[in-house]
């Protein structure tokens, strides 16, 4: 009889044999419990399944691509409305103004922005009649012609009579503009008006006169079609005097006269722009 020494090891063996034949079978030819042909056809399968899937994603890109339109975003539905920007790009500015490196800051960015509005680069666009919308037809791709905005419109805001935009004065000037809404073309005669937000009036004065945005700048056609595009300005100079200086003012500014909208709660920024100014001297 065989000991139990003899049983164990034999046992032992027919395990280890087993291990090995889920791997590989060498009677049957099955690699982990699939044949050549088994692992062929599932190989086939996801090759085309997921061939399937790519083709149907490329083919879901190419016909939403035919829908869109290389000059005129398909969905415009969300900005209907535009928003007030400010130049300088500070919604918080303090300066003394016997101290031009604290203001430097504020001119250079009014200087830098109001090279395109040179009157010597705005006599290349077209000098359009006032009051009405400035509207083109055109054939595909054709360029649209653009009404000039001379700088020197800005008049004591345009940095040309003083390089430091009324600065050095206590007297600072901040510029406005829409952003830009292809298509847009306001109702009404829309312009800007800033108030305190005090007890006491400050006085302003606006460039253009009366801070108004014509509508010969509207509509704008788009990036593409309207390359040489600038946004019309309003510049606003805040007359302070020494009541004004070493306290913060707030200043709120708003598109008014027309059907654009001023007083959503949601956006801050749609059709007004609210900033914060201390004068030191």
């Not at 009677?27 to 692992?39: I, N, P, Q």
């Not at 000059?71 to 539905?77: E, G, L, S």
């Not at 016997?98 to 006599?123: C, G, K």
């Not at 006491?200 to 009366?210: A, G």
Request: net charge neutral.
């Amino acid at each position: 009889m065989a000991s139990n020494e003899d049983k164990s090891a034999a046992k032992e063996d027919e395990n280890a044999g087993s291990w090995k034949d889920s791997i590989f079978n060498p009677r049957t030819g099955e690699f982990c419990g699939r044949t050549a042909k088994s692992w062929g056809l599932i190989l086939l399968f996801y090759l085309v399944f997921y061939a399937f899937l790519a083709g149907m994603f490329v083919l879901t890109i190419w016909v939403m691509l035919l829908t869109l339109d290389d000059y005129v975003p398909k969905y415009r539905d969300r900005v209907p409305h535009p928003g007030l920007v400010i130049r300088p790009k500070q919604l918080d500015m303090l300066f003394n103004r016997s101290q031009p490196l604290q203001f430097a800051q504020y001119v250079q960015t009014l200087e830098s922005f109001l090279q395109h509005y040179n009157d010597t680069e705005q006599e290349r666009n077209v000098a359009c009649a006032a009051g009405g919308y400035f509207e083109q037809e055109g054939e595909v791709g054709e360029q649209r012609k653009v009404c000039q905005f001379k700088r020197s419109d800005l008049s004591l805001c345009s940095g040309l009579s003083d390089s430091t935009f009324g600065y050095t004065e206590g007297r600072p000037c901040v510029l406005l503009k829409m952003n830009r809404i292809i298509g847009l073309k306001p109702r009404g005669d829309p312009y800007v008006n800033c108030t305190a937000k005090r007890d006491t009036p400050i006085q302003m004065q606006y460039f253009p006169s009366e801070g108004r945005f014509d509508k010969m700048y509207f509509p704008y056609y788009g990036n593409k079609l309207h390359e040489r595009y600038v946004q019309p300005l309003v510049a606003v100079k805040l007359l302070l005097n020494k009541d004004d200086y070493n306290t913060e003012l707030t200043i709120e500014c708003r598109i008014e006269g027309s059907d654009l909208r001023n007083n959503d709660d949601r956006d801050k920024f749609l059709g007004r722009v609210t900033f914060r100014i201390t004068v030191k001297e």
